[in-house]
């Protein structure tokens, strides 16, 4: 089933090659936001189904927006280069993309939390 997917990215290259994997796999983006301001609005407002969360947007960490989608109870993967060792503790529960990642590693994670 597809999803309106929210991708949350601060390096335009790798936004669009997110983009360009999900539309793969037949899902939409309804948005991508760079900055963590954007990430914010779209997350309390946007109707979504799923979230791809860079962890650093222009150094600053994405975590209140994981509170956000969590609070509003939209599943979300976090994407980084650390891998889980870069995921605040507070938020342990959610599945983390290790950049770079595959269209395959994107849909496994996606079939997760579906």
Known sequence: MAKRVLVVEDEMTIAMMIE???????????????RLPTALEVAADGNLDFVILDVNL????????AAVL???GIPFAFATGYGPAGIDPAFAGPPVLTKPFTTA??????????
């Open 20 to 34: 360009d994997m999900l539309m793969d796999l037949g899902h939409e983006v309804v948005a991508t936001a760079a």
């Open 58 to 65: 222009a150094g600053h960490q994405s975590f209140p927006v």
């Open 70 to 72: 969590q609070q509003r």
């Open 105 to 114: 590693d994107l849909a496994a994670v996606i079939e997760t939390v579906s």
